[in-house]
């Protein structure tokens, strides 16, 4: 089965970086669509950057020009560099194969100041 692990999640201040990663088994993970979503209390999950097998990238408005979505086929691993960062950005991280509705724990994120 597919199996998702995030880490990287922290708390930081406003202004600050965090680097999320996101282990992935049980699929044929160079191949395959990946993303990162977010869901903060009260709000519905959102995405927020897709990368292909190539390694094209979507990333939704409120993040452009501060996160970048990348992946390393060999370690079969996703990962999300985010700068800049707001407190709008607070959630729960999550990664996923996209239109897998099958969710993880995901990593906490908080920004503050």
């Known amino acids: 089965q597919v199996q998702l692990v995030e880490s990287g999640g922290g708390l930081v201040q406003a202004g600050g970086s965090l680097r999320l990663s996101c282990a992935a088994s049980?699929?044929?993970?160079?191949?395959?669509?990946m993303g990162w979503y977010r869901q903060a209390p009260g709000k519905t999950r959102e995405l927020v950057a897709i990368?292909?097998?190539?390694?094209?990238?979507t990333y939704a408005e409120s993040v452009k020009g501060r996160f970048t979505i990348s992946r390393d086929n060999a370690k079969r691993t996703v990962y999300l560099q985010m700068n800049s960062l707001k407190a709008e950005d607070t959630s729960v991280y999550y990664c996923?194969?996209?239109?897998?509705?099958?969710w993880g724990q995901g990593t906490q994120v908080t920004v503050s100041s």
């Open positions: 996923n194969v996209p239109d897998y509705n099958d």
């Open positions: 049980g699929f044929i993970f160079s191949i395959r669509r």
């Open positions: 990368i292909t097998g190539g390694g094209s990238t």
